[in-house]
């Protein structure tokens, strides 16, 4: 007969590790099933950086002191202790392909400002996770490593997680499984829920990277008929570079993508003397996020729940609220809905009445809509640099107030273009996705 725990949590990144490490100081009987076999070690590419200083983000005022290497989250009421690298970044600075600069923030100022003038900081993410599984080791929580979970049952008075032939019994289960969960596919989450395609990242970690600053993140948008975009972020430790290659587009493959910014273009001089160190992947589907993330005693969290990242600091809170709320539902014995609707209203407010997912979906959009030329030009009429922002929320808005003052020149050089910046502002995500869509392989 399987054990029974309080809580299983399945899934040890950022979301899992700490509804786990929540949990388990709160003195539960916890287990944490994770499929990979070294849980700090990255096996999906992703950009490390924690998002966003200076403004509030999911409800919150995130804050690092570094005298204490602690990471606050002072609005939701909790720290974690980071020991690796951090590096800060002043602005963003987006490429057209023949090299029309476009600036969110500036770093020469930011750096001059300092600290409180970052946006975003990059981590070591596997220093993150290694230092969270130590505090879940320490309290007591059953670490299973390697274990692939392929199914779930929810019974009378436990639910029971499958992973092969082994069975794990819990009160309540937190699937932190991530973007591309198989819990909310089983329980049927993703029936209805709409979807807007599939994003493939190839990320290389490079060095000796020549003409990107070492406190930007740098984007460069190509357009039809080749969309994708890359986005060039500093190493926390050391002076190389993540080189992303995103497309919406799986057809794309992506020695296209780096062939073409390595191989023509403004970005190619950049790459001269880069060497790759390092190779990572990430398949993610792109779904509306869960209203209500709650099934039968099962509480879905982090990128489980959301519209393709909630992000690293997102799922650190996701798992700190889920972790305390399951702990006092099993207190008050309201092993149901009743005991967890602090999280579903705590959900609902800092994510999804918070922030409108379809606005970070324009990020994509973007490249599928405009041809490279358009691109090109576009950037080419925005000289002004813009307020530093790292919001994925926000961003479009703020190029859409720049672009907003020079639309009566575009008018006359370019009438083609106010037709889709029209459809680009209002257009609904499911028509501008509608490349995307058809592509996509959804996994309801
Ligand atoms: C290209 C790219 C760049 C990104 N850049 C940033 C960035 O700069 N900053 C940022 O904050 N976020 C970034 N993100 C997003 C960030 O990586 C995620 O939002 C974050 O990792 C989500 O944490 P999570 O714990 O919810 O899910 P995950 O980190 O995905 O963790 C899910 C865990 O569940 C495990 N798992 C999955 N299925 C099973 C199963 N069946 N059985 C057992 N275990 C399973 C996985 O192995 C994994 O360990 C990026 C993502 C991508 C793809």
Redesign the pocket.
């Known amino acids: 007969m399987a054990k029974k725990y309080d809580l299983i949590v ?7 590790l700490m509804a786990a490490k929540t949990a388990g100081e709160n003195g539960l009987n916890v287990a944490l ?4 076999k070294n ?1 700090p070690e990255i ?9 966003a200083f200076k403004e509030r983000y999911f409800g919150e005022w995130m804050r690092f002191n570094p005298k204490d290497s602690r990471l606050c989250f002072p609005k939701n009421g909790f720290s974690i202790k980071y020991d690796g690298p951090v590096k800060n970044i002043y602005a963003i600075y987006g490429h057209s392909s023949e090299g029309h600069r476009i600036r969110i923030g500036d770093c020469d100022k930011g750096r001059e400002a300092g600290d409180p003038a970052k946006i975003a900081m990059v981590h070591d993410k596997s220093d993150l996770l290694a230092g969270l599984l130590k505090e879940v080791e320490r309290l007591g929580v059953e670490v299973f490593s390697n ?4 199914g779930i049952e929810i019974m009378n008075d436990k639910v029971t997680v499958l ?1 092969g032939n082994q069975e794990f019994a819990g009160t309540f289960v937190i699937a ?4 591309n ?2 819990i909310a596919q089983k329980l049927g989450f993703n029936k209805n829920r709409k979807y807007y395609g599939m ?1 493939l ?1 190839r ?1 290389y970690t490079m060095v000796d990277v020549e003409g990107a600053d070492p406190n930007a993140v740098n984007f460069s948008y190509y357009g039809q008929p080749l969309p994708f975009i890359v986005a060039l ?1 500093p190493l926390a430790g050391g002076e190389g570079h993540q080189v ?1 290659g ?1 497309t919406m587009n799986p057809k794309i493959e992506p020695d296209l993508i780096f062939n073409r910014l390595m191989g023509e273009g403004f970005l190619q001089s950049w790459f001269k003397k880069a060497k790759k160190i390092k190779e990572l992947a ?1 398949v ?1 589907n792109l779904w509306e996020p869960i209203v209500e993330p709650y099934k039968d005693r099962v509480l879905l ?4 729940a959301w519209c393709q ?7 650190l809170m ?1 798992g700190w609220k889920a972790g305390n709320v399951v702990t006092v539902a099993l207190s008050e014995g309201k092993i149901g809905r009743e005991g967890v609707e602090d999280y579903l209203r705590w959900w609902k407010d800092s994510f999804y009445n918070h922030y409108d997912y379809r606005d970070y979906i324009k990020t994509f959009e973007f490249p599928l809509l405009f041809k490279d030329e358009e691109i090109n030009y576009l950037f080419s009429q925005i000289k002004e640099t813009m307020p530093a922002s790292l919001n994925a929320y926000a961003i479009f808005g703020i190029i859409g107030v720049e672009l907003g003052k020079v639309m009566g020149k575009i008018a006359q050089e370019r009438p083609d273009l106010i037709p889709k910046i029209q459809t680009f502002a209002s257009a609904s995500a499911e028509d501008l996705m509608s490349e995307a869509i058809k592509e996509g392989f959804p996994n309801r």
Not at 43 to 51: D, E, G, N, T, Y
Request: a negative charge; proline letters at 2%.
């Open positions: 399945v899934g040890a990144g950022p979301a899992g099933l994770e499929r990979k849980i096996k999906r590419a992703c950009a490390m950086m924690w998002l274990t692939n979970v392929t992973a932190a499984d991530g973007v969960s198989l994003l990242s990320t972020c992303m995103l990430a993610e969290i982090g990128d489980t990242e909630a992000e690293n600091t997102g799922s996701c």
